[in-house]
């Protein structure tokens, strides 16, 4: 069974990645001149270009900026400092929004859907100084001052969950953006596992609390006791041991490497049948399908951007958190190794009465992966709690914070409003 849910799991990220390479090719950028329209001119276009270069399509302005962690993660992220149309005159001075996205995805999540549609874009378009995350391992960030994502017989690179995204990559890229921007604090939103790591970063370096103005949390995970995605579940039963039998055979990323590739690759090839229809959906098999508010045009920009990587480990303790209905740090596997990096048996819960950045809580009735009761819970025991807001949608999905068609109406415009209203109050109190 345990081989069976691996195996389910890395030939579903096979077929992803065939799918992506199939839409590799030249690049074309002739459309440049004629575009303004709120929808994309070449959606498989847009699935080739990378996120600066997408940016740049849209006629927004881009900076990419790479920097580096303690511990020698090479991090870029992805910066739209002023609007196109509206608040587009550059080097003025401008609230910053930071944004994080959600696991196996990229800050691509914030632009594929286009200008009018995607939030970075309209940020910008607000008045905002929009910087976009990229946590370590993904396809923008998987670089290291020594250590080799690729290497074959060593998983070191991979040996981190959203616990160290949380603990090191958040605060490296927030003091970077507050340095080049110069403002002293920020406005946070994150998606799912944006929202995790910011709840690791509250309870375990308070400091930083006080640098984050807002935080607006999209589709919050924290708590994941009500958990109903069946791959998490079938992980969850497993993941105290998952992550060891994996870097056995050498697999430290949940993405394909070479490796896994060519060996997935070939199971794949004798399972053609029974896997092709859960590899054309990995992500929706983790984040939930809604009919109503997928674009399916767009889902091969989609496709082409997402699964954007992540490590064995960041799922494995998410299915800790389901198994353990807690919100605790990663469990080493043993009690020993837990004793010797936390010095308990057990690893110690997340503290998130520390987190006490004003948090805004947006939440959706049908997400299966941030159940309306676990969110619940987790507002209740956040340190300063201001609003929690349920989408006036019932089919809402978890990718709808993403990727739905009307997010803008109901869900971003709202966001704005606040961060809007948090900001002048921050002027107020300064
Ligand atoms: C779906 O996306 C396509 C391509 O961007 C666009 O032309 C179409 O209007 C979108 N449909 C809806 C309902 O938003
Ligand atoms: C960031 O790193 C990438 C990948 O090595 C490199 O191509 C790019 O030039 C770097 N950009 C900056 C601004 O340093």
């Keep these: 069974m345990l081989h069976g849910g691996l195996y389910v799991v890395f030939a579903t990220c096979v077929a992803l990645a065939a799918a992506r390479g199939s839409l590799e090719g030249d690049r074309i950028l002739e459309t440049l001149n004629s575009i303004d329209s709120r929808y994309s001119t070449d959606v498989f276009e847009d699935a080739r270009l990378d996120v600066p270069d997408l940016i740049r399509k849209y006629r927004y302005p881009v900076e990419v900026h790479n920097v580096t962690t303690q511990d020698g993660y090479i991090l870029q992220m992805h910066r739209i400092p002023h609007g196109r149309d509206a608040n587009n005159v550059p080097n003025r001075k401008k609230p910053v929004v930071f944004i994080m996205h959600g696991l ?10 286009g200008p009018g549609s995607a939030l970075a874009y309209i940020l910008a378009e607000e008045g905002f100084d929009v910087w976009m995350g990229n946590a370590r391992g993904n396809y923008y960030s998987r670089r290291h001052t020594s250590l080799n994502p690729d290497a074959l017989l060593s998983t070191r690179y991979w040996r981190f969950s959203w616990d160290e995204i949380g603990n090191i990559d958040l605060p490296t890229m927030i003091d970077y953006a507050l340095d080049v921007s110069g403002e002293e604090r920020l406005h946070y939103v994150g998606h799912s596992q944006g929202t995790t790591a910011f709840f690791v970063m509250g309870s375990m370096q308070p400091a930083y609390n006080q640098k984050v103005i807002s935080m607006h949390a999209l589709a919050p995970v924290a708590y994941m006791a009500n958990n109903r995605n069946l791959l998490l579940r079938v992980l969850a039963s497993y993941s105290n041991n998952i992550e060891s039998i994996a870097s056995l055979i050498g697999i430290g990323e949940f993405m394909p490497n070479s490796v896994v590739f060519t060996w997935a690759g070939q199971a794949l090839s004798r399972n053609k049948v029974i ?5 054309s959906n990995i992500l929706f098999l983790i984040g939930g399908w809604n009919e109503d508010q997928h674009n399916s045009t767009m889902m091969p920009a989609i496709f082409g951007h997402t699964p954007a990587g992540a490590s064995v480990r960041q799922l494995a303790h998410y299915g800790q958190g389901i198994s353990d209905r807690g919100f605790r740090r990663y469990d080493q596997g043993s009690r020993l190794s837990n004793y010797r990096t936390y010095g308990s048996f057990r690893p110690p819960s997340y503290d998130l009465s520390k987190v006490t950045t ?7 009735d049908s997400d299966p992966l941030a159940h309306v009761n676990d969110v619940d819970r987790l507002f209740r025991e956040l340190g300063r709690p201001i609003g929690k807001f349920r989408i006036p949608l019932r089919s809402f999905s978890h990718l709808d914070f993403i990727y739905a068609i009307n997010a803008k109406e109901l869900l971003y415009d709202r966001v704005i409003n606040l961060i809007k209203a948090m900001d002048a109050n921050a002027f107020d109190e300064a």
Excluded: K, N
Aim: proline letters at 9%; a negative charge.
């Design 104 to 113: 196996l995805s990229s800050s691509a999540d914030f632009v594929i859907m």
């Design 275 to 279: 896997f092709q229809p859960i590899c």
């Design 358 to 364: 004003p948090v805004f809580l947006h939440y959706s």
